[in-house]
Structures are given as C-alpha cells and as structure tokens.
C-alpha cells in the first residue's frame, strides 16, 4: 500500500479587497503586461563626507526599502507591494502559494531591520564570536517562526484575511528547509534560536544542499529516495551573496617554496578548484532586537561553460566542471557505501570548513588584531566530528600561508576549536583512509602525520612510554589500509570536549575516550546536557496548550524562562484545570487524525492511546522492538472474546523516520511496519483496537503535529547507545508520557519530572556488555512472547518471509547485538502498566501536566548559556543598549 502523502493544486480564492488594494496602486503596464514599479526620477545630491554619505544611505534605505509599521493596513499596503512588485502578479493570478510568498517577503523586511542593526553592531564594537559549525541545520518553516519572534502574528493574520486568505492556509505553503536529517540537525537549529534570543554573538556555518538528504515514499511497503526539491521555488528566507566567494581546492600536490622572508614553507599546489558561494539565512531572536544568521555554502564551477569543448561537439565535457562542481552541495551525506560516495562525503566536509574559515579569518582580518589574538576573537564549535578537518586546515593556513611557526599556530588552534560529541558507537566514529586523505587533501595528510607525531611524543615524554597506550590513542589506525580517527583528531585538536547527556558524557569518558581522559584530566571533558527551543516545541507548534499555560501562570514570560513552568504544579490535582489540559490533547489528536484521514486515508479514533516514534531508523533506536511488540499485541487481540476485546485500551501506534540509503536492515523495518499496518488495519474481527500508521518523510512540519498529540512516545534505544535524544524533550514538554529505557536524556528527564510520571524498563548500561559476552559464547535465550511473533512473521501472516528473513537473523543468528530478545519482556510488561494507567484520566491527567512543568532544564536556552560560559568565554551583546 502507498502511504505517500496527497497533495491538491492549491485553489485561486476570492478577493475584494485585495481587488480593491491592486487597482489603487499606481503602476506602469508595459505592452508586454509586465508590471513595473513606479521608481523616483528626482536624485538626491551626494554629501560631502563619507559618513554624511552612509548614515544618508541608511536613511534612505530605511524610509524605501524597510515597514515603518505593523498595524494591519501597513502590513496589507506591504504585501501587495511585494505582490506586484516582487513577484509581478496581478489580482487575476494570485494562488495561495505566492500570497505565501508575497507575505514571507513583507515579513522578511521588517526581519532585515533587525538583522541589519546587528551586523553592523557586531562589525563595529568587534566583539569575541562563537562560530557553531554543523552539517546540518534542521530549522524547518521560517515564516511562522518569524511571525512570534516579531510579535505581528495577531495583525498579520487579520492582514492575510482581510485580503481573502487565511494565514493557516498559507503556512502549510511553505516548504521544509531540507538541510539536515534527525537530532543532529534540529539541535543546531535549536541552539541557534537559543542564541539569538540570548543575544550571544554567535553565527552558524553549514552547507546549502539542493536537495537535501532525500525525499521519503513508501511504495508497496518500501522505503524509495527522492530528490526533494525544496528550492524549486522562491525562497523568501536566504539571500544569496554573489560578492562572498572562496576557492577551495582538491587533489594536487605539495611543493617546497620559499617565503617573502627566505623562509622554506610548504605550499598546496595544482589540482582542481571550485567556488563556495555565500548564501545567509538570517535567525530571529524571540522578542529581541537581535537577529542572527547561518551561511551555507553552495559549490559553483570556477567556469561554467568551456565552449571550445562545444565548438568540438563534447557537449558532455562542455558542462562537467559544472556539474562536478555542483555535485559537491546537491546531498545530505551521499550515499558512502561505494569509493565513489566516501571520495564525495569527504570532498563535502572539506569544502564546508574550508570556505568557513577563509571567512572567518576575513573578518578577523579586517579588524587588524595580530594573530595572537584570534582565539580571544573567535571560539568554533565543532558539532560532531563531520567538520574535523577545520582542525588541520586552520593549522595549514597559518603556517603555510600566514607563516607562523607550528608551536604559535597549534597554541592557537586548541585554544580555538572545542569538539561537541554525539555518540559512543564505535561504528558511527568517522574514519577516513590515509590513501584517500593523500589523494584528495595531500597537504592536510601531511600535517595530521605531525600532529600526531608531536602529540605522541609529548604523552610517551610527559605521560607514559606504554606502546600499547600509544597505539591506542594515536590518531592513525594502524590498519590495512591506516586510518584516520577523526574523533581523536578533533579531542587532540579542541581545548573542550564535551558529551550531550550525563549518561553519555559519563560514558565516553569512562570508554570512548578513557586514555585522553588519563593524559589530559577529567577538566577537558565536560557534561552539557541538550536542550530545545520552548518557542518552536511549544509556543509554536501548540498553540492551544501555549495559550492555556499563559492564562494560568499570568503571562508568557515561560518561554524564555522555561523553569517558570513550574507553577503548573500547583494545578495538577485540579479537576477544571485537568479538564481543559485534557481537552488541549485531544484537540491536537484531532487534528493529527485529520492529518492521517487526508493524506494516508487511514481513520483513527482521537480517543485511543496515541503511542508514537518517530525519529531516525536505526537499530539501535529499536523501532524493531517496537513493532514486535505491535505485532504481539495483534496476535493476542485475536485470541480474545468479543467481551475481552470491549475491556482493552484503543491504541494508534505511529512511526516516522527515514533509514539512511544504504542501510538495508533499517529499510527491512520500515517494510515489516508498512506490513504490519496492512495486516492490523484491514482486521476487522479487533475493531479498531490496533492501528498501525507509517507517516512518510518525517520532517520538522510533521513533528510540530504530532508531537503535540502524544500520549505516549518510545525512546527505547538499547542502555548505553543513545548519545542524548532531544525528541523525547519534545514530547515530554508537550505533555506526553514517556515509554523508555535507562538511556541518554530520558535519565534527567525523569529526575526532573519524577520516576513516577514515567514508564521506564530495560537492562541498563553497565550490564550491557557482560550480555552480550554472556549471548556470544552461551547463545540466545528467546522469551515465549517474542517467539509467537518470530513464527508469525516466518509463517508468512505479513507478506513474504523470505523478505524479513535477514531481519529475523539479527535476533537470532546475528547475536542480538541490541538486546532486543533481552529486553522484550520487560518491555511488554510495562505497556501492561501503561494500558492499566490510561484508564484512569484523572491519574493519566496529573502525570501529563506533571511532566510538562518538570521540563524547564530542557531549554536550550540553559544549554546555550552554559557553553558560553563554560567554553566560548562568550557575553550577551545588545543591539541597540
């Protein structure tokens, strides 16, 4: 069965006064009907000094191009301005699309205000910046996020109505920014609403992917990748700087020369080259003048055309720097599963950073502090190992380029970089081979040798001469071929490492990285625990429960101060309270059951149990387990009497998330649910007792819904492999119980919410490896509850067996590496125990409101603020104080 989702042409709407607004405008019609503004004939005269020039520039530019005004026939006058104007429409064509478009635009401008007041702050009182370089930024819409941040939501959707369109049907307009896959990427974003609304100093860098990391449709139960075209349209909220282009080079080979001084450097020579064009996306603070920004890079040829390959009838080679070129930006994460993939995937990080330093090193260029001073200016966070390579690049610029010696210019590249790690499997630690660092990037091969050499010097001279502590640390993998740790590269590289959870950060202090820990002091290795933005995940996205909460806590200074939540504790108990958080729930199950009927034409009752997972497909998630155990809830809903059926909990249990394109496993789960669904939901002897749904291509937009109405979310990763988690901060924050494992973020949330307003079950990580000892050399022992869903599943109830056998293996001859047969009945038994609490609501209530105002830690806003304190050395700067 296709689950992809429907979509409609949207509908040309009735308008009178927008009617009314078009004809008033004046315009000039050409004979070719197209629209042109009226522009002033009258120049005004130069003045005479610089400054009286720009400060009239300013002028100027405000009083033309900026809204002075946000009351409604101001914001009305601007939209059909940009209706005419910007995107050269008339009444007769006006769709709901570029009414979206003409609206972001208006909304833009009064944005740009902000954004511009604060460059020019930041450039003129030069303060110390944080650079938050990420591969992904997961930021989802921008123009309903705008909206809050401005304050103008009010009369901005009185504007739109007044012009015969609703700003709800509008938003849905937009498309996902399709710039990065799960957590990774939506905590990037997080932190950089966090920032601006803090006003710290702090700018993003990323890359600007065509089509992001793929477009998700299930076809006949299968996962299937499309290109996702998110920029075939207009995109209001980036603004492409053609001036801001660096060289970035590959390949080539590494020369000896002499310097200006008679100094012998080294020097990158030959190769291929491409352009990293600048495209900035500005980042509202909530309810602040200061604005900040993320550049992403895109790749351009150097030459986009060679004709005399034309003229000899290679139209082929004619356009393949371009495309070579273009290839470098067009995917999240190209598919690595070939040597054609690794190349691309590395090429990709490369120019990221690349292109990020040379400008970060222009604008504290133009400031004109000596070198030493330029980790007192400029503090980088690497998010993940994905930009390593800034580590040995910036100590290629400065010694082969700016030619310090190697000791100045290694004192100022750890005293630059700090190193955010996000996981403890030893699989997903990036290593790339010496080979193809030698052929791609020579001269950085070059210098990782010496860092590593130096480095290893230094431990067997101040630290231990154990060979096998050496070999255990060094940043080249002594194996066939040699490889290069990038996770110990950026720990030797940063003056800060830290992890994301307590758990985690415990963890890899204690396994991942235990020998650094021993060499360098605990000091280096730090605990911030993830966080999320209170304006997206609740203000935003649940507008009902934000106005609920504002109404009883008196205002909504909540959402900067997310530990004022707390006074809701005090109303847990009260019946009218419980009433009306209850009926906040169900209108958001509603509205996701709305959601599911119109585009996957499945029905589910907004009154069953809502139980949802949705995040990336991976093993160690166990979205396996999960619909395992779906498919035992199934086979015993069969077993039942008509009157034991009547007495069960209704649940709908939902999944969403995408499997990387190689990795088969993954996308055999998202078949066994798809098959699952097909079997449960077409049953009609368990009436409606069990629906199964696979919602495709889960994004940000999907989450801002069905975050919202949960009742319970899984977070149920195996004990010791979940780095953190932020959706179960989502979820939890919006009033949904969790249903999880003693793993990542879920231990603080329940030490602030309370273990008696969570379902937790699992072995937990200290057991977790003498299991796996225990099932490799004395086998596997298969609860009776998992083995009636293995026989199903052999038996051919959900389609093929053949088809899930590989998956079958990893329970049984695949060792169980996650501990799924481990686990799986205590995970059973504890949705026992959730089925017993929904049935009380007063109880289920009280718990709900109860997690809710225990999530004020969870704010990225403390998260942010402890990494500016703790390893940016950063300060708040005002726009405008």
């Known amino acids: 069965m296709s689950t992809t989702p429907t979509s409609s042409r949207p509908r040309r709407l009735s308008m009178p006064k927008l009617t009314r607004r078009l004809t008033n405008v004046v315009i000039h019609v050409d004979d070719n009907d197209n629209v042109e503004p009226v522009t002033p004939t009258s120049v005004p005269s130069r003045p005479s000094t610089r400054e009286e020039l720009d400060e009239k520039a300013k002028s100027n530019w405000k009083k033309h191009m900026l809204p002075e005004k946000n009351d409604t026939d101001s914001i009305e006058q601007d939209i059909v301005h940009h209706t005419i104007t910007t995107l050269c429409r008339g009444v007769y064509n006006i769709d709901k699309l570029a009414m979206y478009q003409a609206t972001a635009h208006s909304v833009r401008d009064r944005l740009l205000e902000d954004w511009n007041c604060t460059q020019e702050a930041l450039h003129k009182e030069n303060p110390k910046r944080?650079?938050?370089?990420?591969?992904?930024?997961?930021?989802?819409?921008?123009?309903?996020?705008?909206?809050?941040?401005?304050?103008?939501?009010?009369?901005?959707?009185?504007?739109?109505?007044?012009?015969?369109?609703?700003?709800?049907?509008?938003?849905?307009?937009?498309?996902?920014?399709?710039?990065?896959?799960?957590?990774?990427?939506?905590?990037a974003a997080c932190y950089m609403d966090s920032t601006a609304t803090l006003d710290y100093p702090t700018w993003g860098y990323g890359l600007r992917y065509q089509y992001g990391i793929f477009k998700q449709i299930i076809k006949d139960g299968y996962q299937n990748e499309m290109p996702d075209y998110w920029l075939n349209f207009d995109n209001p909220w980036e603004f492409p700087r053609t001036d801001i282009r660096y060289e970035v080079r590959f390949h080539g080979y590494v020369a000896t020369k002499m310097n200006e001084k008679g100094e012998s450097r080294m020097s990158w020579e030959g190769g291929d080259k491409v352009q990293a064009m600048a495209y900035d996306v500005p980042i509202p603070g909530f309810d602040t003048k200061g604005c900040g920004n993320i550049r992403l890079w895109s790749s351009k040829p150097l030459n986009t055309f060679d004709f005399d390959s034309f003229n000899a009838g290679d139209y082929e080679r004619s356009v393949s720097e371009q495309t070579n070129a273009q290839n470098l930006t067009s995917v999240l994460y190209p598919n690595d599963n070939h040597l054609v993939g690794k190349e691309l995937r590395l090429k990709q990080e490369y120019f990221f950073v690349s292109?990020?330093?040379?400008d970060i090193i222009h604008r504290f260029k133009r400031a004109k502090c000596p070198w030493k001073d330029f980790p007192d200016k400029v503090a980088v966070q690497m998010n993940d190992t994905h930009p390593t390579l800034a580590v040995p690049e910036l100590q290629r610029i400065l010694v082969d380029v700016e030619g310090l010696e190697w000791d100045d210019a290694w004192d100022i590249v750890t005293r630059t970089f700090a190193f955010t790690n996000h996981t403890v499997?030893?699989?997903?630690?990036?290593?790339?081979?010496?080979?193809?660092?030698?052929?791609?990037?020579?001269?950085?091969?070059?210098?990782?040798?010496?860092?590593?050499?130096?480095?290893?010097?230094?431990?067997?001279?101040?630290?231990?001469?154990?060979?096998?502590?050496?070999?255990?640390?060094?940043?080249?993998?002594?194996?066939?071929?040699?490889?290069?740790?990038?996770?110990?590269?950026?720990?030797?590289?940063?003056?800060?490492?830290?992890?994301?959870?307590?758990?985690?950060?415990?963890?890899?202090?204690?396994?991942?990285?235990?020998?650094?820990?021993?060499?360098?002091?605990?000091?280096?290795?730090?605990?911030?625990?993830?966080?999320?933005?209170?304006r997206r995940w609740l203000y935003q996205s649940n507008p009902a429960?934000?106005?609920?909460?504002?109404?009883?806590?008196?205002?909504?200074?909540?959402?900067?101060?997310?530990?004022?939540?707390?006074?809701?504790?005090?109303?847990?108990?009260?019946?009218?309270?419980?009433?009306?958080?209850?009926?906040?729930?169900?209108?958001?199950k509603k509205r996701l059951a709305d959601w599911i009927k119109t585009n996957m034409n499945i029905t589910v009752n907004p009154h069953a149990l809502f139980d949802i997972q949705v995040k990336r497909i991976h093993e160690y998630k166990r979205?396996?387990?999960?619909?395992?155990?779906?498919?035992?809830?199934?086979?015993?809903?069969?077993?039942?009497?008509a009157e034991d059926l009547e007495q069960q909990v209704p649940r709908v249990v939902i999944f969403g998330g995408k499997a990387a394109p190689g990795y088969y496993i993954a996308k055999l789960v998202i078949k066994l649910i798809n098959s699952a669904a097909d079997v449960i939901n077409n049953d009609v002897s368990i009436k409606d007792m069990l629906k199964v749904v696979f919602i495709p291509d889960y994004n940000v937009s999907l989450a801002e819904i069905i975050v919202p109405a949960s009742d319970i979310s899984q977070h149920i990763s195996t004990a010791g492999t979940e780095a953190s988690g932020t959706s179960n901060m989502k979820f939890v924050l919006n009033g949904g119980l969790i249903l999880g494992t003693v793993d990542g973020a879920n231990?603080?949330?329940?030490?602030?919410?309370?273990?008696?307003?969570i379902f937790m079950f699992g072995v937990l990580a200290d057991a977790v490896d003498d299991i796996r000892h225990n099932q490799k050399y004395h086998g596997l022992f298969i609860d009776a509850s998992l083995q009636v869903v293995i026989d199903a599943i052999q038996g051919g109830e959900f389609g093929d067996?053949?088809?899930?056998?590989?998956?079958?293996?990893?329970?049984?001859?695949?060792?169980?590496?996650?501990?799924?047969?481990t686990d799986f009945k205590s995970y059973l038994q504890e949705h026992t125990v959730v089925d017993d609490t929904f049935r009380d609501r007063a109880v289920w209530n009280k718990k709900s409101i109860m997690c809710t105002a225990g999530m004020g830690f969870f704010s990225s806003d403390r998260a942010v603020r402890t990494y500016a304190e703790k390893i940016w050395k950063l300060k708040p700067f005002k726009v405008g104080v």
């Open 130 to 187: 944080c650079y938050y370089m990420s591969m992904e930024f997961l930021i989802g819409r921008a123009l309903d996020n705008a909206l809050n941040c401005l304050k103008v939501k009010k009369n901005y959707k009185e504007s739109v109505n007044n012009l015969g369109f609703s700003l709800e049907d509008l938003l849905v307009e937009e498309k996902d920014a399709a710039l990065g896959n799960g957590g990774l990427g939506r905590l």
């Open 425 to 534: 499997l030893p699989e997903a630690l990036e290593c790339w081979s010496v080979p193809m660092m030698e052929k791609i990037l020579p001269r950085h091969m070059q210098i990782i040798y010496d860092i590593n050499l130096f480095f290893l010097q230094k431990v067997e001279r101040d630290f231990s001469p154990d060979r096998e502590l050496l070999k255990r640390i060094s940043i080249i993998e002594e194996t066939s071929p040699q490889q290069v740790r990038m996770a110990y590269l950026a720990v030797v590289g940063s003056h800060t490492v830290n992890g994301v959870a307590a758990l985690h950060s415990d963890l890899i202090r204690k396994n991942l990285f235990n020998d650094f820990v021993k060499y360098y002091g605990p000091e280096k290795f730090i605990n911030i625990t993830n966080g999320i933005t209170p």
């Open 623 to 641: 979205q396996f387990m999960n619909i395992l155990s779906v498919i035992y809830r199934y086979k015993s809903l069969k077993k039942m009497s």
């Open 545 to 588: 429960l934000r106005d609920l909460i504002t109404k009883t806590l008196g205002s909504e200074d909540w959402a900067t101060h997310l530990d004022l939540l707390q006074g809701l504790k005090k109303y847990a108990d009260d019946a009218a309270f419980q009433d009306a958080w209850a009926d906040v729930k169900l209108q958001n």
């Open 355 to 358: 292109a990020s330093l040379q």
């Open 747 to 757: 231990i603080e949330i329940c030490e602030q919410i309370g273990k008696e307003n």
């Open 801 to 821: 067996p053949s088809v899930f056998g590989p998956l079958i293996n990893t329970l049984t001859y695949g060792g169980d590496y996650y501990l799924i047969s």
